[in-house]
């Protein structure tokens, strides 16, 4: 039996607008917060200790960190290094770099030789000796259209046709993989991909439009015993039955507002060949928290609004204050009394929304915060236009190969 550790989504670098700079280190706090939790949870593969760290892909918010960025990471990842933890560090759609091919911001781990650090860079299968036996570790980075096809093949396919031929060229790939794999020690799939089965975190904004859907029934094989997942901050486990488990840990910081309401950590697992127990470990990290308001009926706005964050305890956390009031109320707002009720949390910011009597109703389709693709929201928008008619299908097909040629530079 081998056990593991398995966090994803570190985006170490980004979120710096929710902190501020520590005069001490002359770093921004968000930095700093992100690298305590990073190191809680290399202290934790160490304490137990783990056998092996699966990493989910995306490092950072980009392929090209500021060198103090990268240095934050290296320094975390560095003691696995010197304990001779084994390490893999998958590719993630935020490590890639678009221009040139084959390069990402973790091959430096390779092109060093760091000991027992893999990089996951394609997809191929690692046999990687543990303290506890060897463990098989299938490889699977962010995968762009581009990766699996050419430009003259996508031509004249729609959206949806050039997915299908996508999803069935990976499926014929990852067979021939999984064929490759030796059932009698402890395998694990590690994937930075978007399932059809996930419920979206932040990475629905960060990421719209770029790479496709993989469908769950591809990732549910009885060959894995444990299937490692990055991509979506949400956790969640796409296989509740847990043959095998299929789990997304999640970001281990809030990236975004998106994520205030989510618990982040990351997961202890023990594979062996046919069974898996794994268990989710919740890291405290900063907390967010909204405070919104209407104002728009209220005859003494600012006391109204103090009321409202009277409610909850702000020291320390990035707080978002939102409220709406009527045009004529704007004089009635202290803005400097606001800041310094705020002044306690982490950091703040303030968002009024002007309450027009004129507001244009929404779409009903697109409201209730349900998710759609681009093309599906804009068929919706488009429905809603009867002035537009005419050319709705040309801006369809215009829409599609725009969304196409994204993903050709990407
Ligand atoms: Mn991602």
């Known amino acids: 039996m081998v056990k593991l550790l398995h966090l994803s989504d570190i985006h170490m670098g980004s979120g710096f607008s929710h902190g501020r700079i520590d005069p001490e280190t002359g770093l921004n706090t968000r930095l700093q917060d992100f690298t305590a939790t990073l190191s809680q949870c290399i202290d934790t593969a160490l304490s137990e200790p783990v056998d092996l760290v699966v990493f989910g892909g995306d490092a950072f918010p980009d392929a090209t960190p500021p060198p103090y960025v990268a240095e934050a990471f290296a320094s975390q990842f560095r003691r ?27 091959c430096i781990y390779r092109t060093l030789a760091v000991p027992k650090f893999i990089v996951g860079d394609r997809l191929d299968t690692h046999r990687i000796e543990t303290r506890n036996g060897p463990v098989q570790v299938m490889t699977l980075p962010w995968v762009t259209r581009s990766t699996l096809m050419t430009r003259p093949e996508s031509e004249g396919l729609s959206l949806t046709e050039v997915n299908q031929l996508l999803i069935e060229r990976l499926r014929v790939a990852l067979e021939g993989e999984i064929r490759t794999l030796d059932r009698k020690i402890p395998t694990v799939l590690l994937g930075h991909l978007m399932s059809d089965k996930a419920h979206f975190g932040a990475e629905r904004f960060l990421a719209v439009s770029k790479g496709f859907t993989i469908p769950l029934s591809l990732l549910v094989r009885s060959e894995f015993d444990y299937v490692a997942l990055g991509h979506v901050h949400k956790h969640q486990n796409l296989n509740p039955s847990n043959d095998p488990p299929v789990i997304y840990p999640g970001s281990i910081e809030r990236v975004d507002f998106s994520e205030e309401k989510e618990d982040k950590g990351y997961i202890i697992a023990d594979v062996q060949p046919g069974s898996c127990q794994w268990k989710f470990c919740p890291l405290p990290v900063r907390s967010f928290l909204t405070i919104s308001i209407d104002l728009s009926k209220s005859d003494d706005p600012l006391s109204d609004l103090f009321e409202a964050v009277r409610k909850h305890r702000i020291e320390d956390v990035v707080v978002r204050l939102r409220y709406k009031l009527r045009a004529d109320q704007i004089d009635r707002l202290d803005s400097h009394a606001i800041y310094e009720r705020l002044k306690t949390a982490h950091s703040y910011t303030v968002q009024p929304e002007l309450v027009s009597q004129l507001s244009r109703p929404r779409i009903p389709a697109l409201d209730s915060g349900r998710s759609f693709d681009p093309i599906n929201a804009l068929t919706a928008y488009l429905e809603s236009r009867e002035d537009l008619k005419d050319i709705r299908s040309d801006i369809l097909e215009a829409a599609e190969s ?6 050709r530079v990407s």
């Open 80 to 106: 696995l290094a010197e304990a001779n933890v084994p390490t893999v560090l998958l590719v993630g759609n935020h490590d890639q770099y678009s221009q040139g091919q084959g390069s990402a911001s973790l």
């Open 402 to 407: 725009l969304l196409l040629e994204d993903e």
